[in-house]
């Protein structure tokens, strides 16, 4: 079976970190976390928002394909009562797929723009 390493990007406007700490819990069940970054808590990247929100990049390793992946990332959101309540409480965007030599294969031209998601892609560390 093959895998595929997956780039994403966490948010939560939650009053703590745990909501993410809550997603790296699903994301377990449909692959391994091999690497993160820290956890940052900031200003929203989106103007006009004034929520401050919890952000983290992680690599996920899944035998699921790039199009599967992503339903089970809406259904992990959904789970975690996003569109339910106001604000955010996750928000898991799947950014890039890499390739054997660590090369994007497929990134998401939107998501990795700002200076903070760059950032935190690039402060990804094993944890193996």
Not at 38 to 45: E, Q
Not at 51 to 68: D, E, I
Request: glycine content about 8%; some cysteine.
């Amino acid at each position: 079976m093959s895998s595929h390493d997956y780039l994403l990007l966490l948010g939560s406007d939650a009053a703590d970190a745990g909501q993410l700490e809550i997603a790296r819990r699903h994301l377990q069940a449909s692959g391994r976390i091999t690497a993160a970054s820290a956890v940052v808590h900031g200003p929203s990247v989106v103007d006009g928002d004034e929520r401050c929100y919890f952000n983290q990049a992680l690599r996920v390793s899944s035998a699921l394909p790039r199009a599967g992946f992503a339903v089970t990332l809406k259904a992990i959101e959904s789970a975690m009562g996003r569109g339910t309540v106001a604000g955010c409480l996750i928000d898991i965007d799947l950014a890039a797929e890499y390739g054997h030599d660590d090369a994007f294969v497929w990134q998401a031209a939107d998501k990795l723009v700002h200076p903070l998601f760059v950032r935190l892609s690039a402060q990804l560390r094993p944890l193996d």
